[in-house]
């Protein structure tokens, strides 16, 4: 039995997308910019999937703009305001577990005399507001706070983020953004969207294909653009429409916003039945982040998808070829810091111990996933984790 634990990294395409796809590569291959009726059907399609998109997203299509990615988008959105906005300050507040595609052009900023606040987060990977507040002054031009972690699946308080934001711009007359990473937490929780300003997505983490993500800009809201060219999505991000992509991006939002309640339950289930399994047959383990029975479909403290557990007395990269060896497929992190072989910033930011860092496991679920699947994962892993504790592979 294959089972396939690693959805945060990327997903499993539906069969619709696929089939949508390869009939939009066939018969609908037009250029959305061409003028005969071939560009107006491809013109169409785009439009089509931008309005699917927003209906999942909750926001206007005309403030939905396509490109290849995640990182593009968070980049774009980080770059862009900031370049808008460098006038009227030079300070900017994110948190310490960001996504590296926002913590290295954090970094970028600060090289270039930018002051950039990093948030600390409590052993569960939430955000303080107070500290927060208290970071805002007349300097600060850009907050960027993910809306849910990658690695430990932890849901920060974007609606109280984006309130104290108004508030203060209302207070001082200013307009500070508020951008939110929000490519783990798409699909799986209704992000309150009212006071967010930028708004990143990625297709590859909802069943959809890799290389296509979309940035939410709020109308209104100044953003200097990152690619220059043909001026397609408005202007705004020249180069021609990946759009095989963009449909299946499109479908795969339709097909999420359907039963989204139901299918956020199911997962939760059976995230909670993985974690009883592995309460009930190993000791000495660790739930790292937030706090599995906590769950809000609204602002919940972690997400549906997302469990990352330490297996104290292990090696983490060990149990995860272990257990590659039984075709169940999971991570020892994020996939992106996993190249880099660094120790994870968020389990540090989180007041992990090494040992605790150096045993962690993510596992991320999706719809795909069943009852069996977990009951099958628990065997293989108590077996697992007994056999490396007795070879005692790491003490
Ligand atoms: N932000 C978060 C929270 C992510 O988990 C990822 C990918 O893992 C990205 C951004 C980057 O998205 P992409 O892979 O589409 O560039």
Redesign the pocket.
Known sequence: MQVYLDN???TRPYDEVIDLMAENMRSNFGNPSSLHSLGFSAEKSLKKARMQLAGLMKVDEHDVYFN???????NTAIFGAVNARKKEGNKIITSKI?????LEPMKSLERQGYNVVYLDVDEKGLISLSQLENELDENTILISI??????IGTVQPIAEIGRLKTEFNKKRNKRLFFHT?????LAKLEIPVNDVDLM?V????IHAP????ALYIKEGISVQPFILGGGQEKGFRSGTENMPGIVGFGKAAEIASVNMKSRVANMLELRSFLIEGIKSNIKDIKINGADESNFDFVAGSCLPSILNISFLGTRAEVLLHTLEQSEIYVSTG???SSHKKQKSHVLTAIGAKDKGIESAIRFSLSEFNTQEQIEFVVEKLTQAVAKMRKLGSFR
Request: charge should be negative; proline fraction near 3%; glycine fraction near 8%.
């Open positions: 945060s990294a990327t290849s990615c995640g990182s593009e988008a968070n960001e996504h590296p595609c926002v993910m809306a849910a972690n990658n690695e990473d929000a490519v783990q937490a990143t990625s297709a590859h983490k890799k290389g296509v993500g994020s996939a992106c």
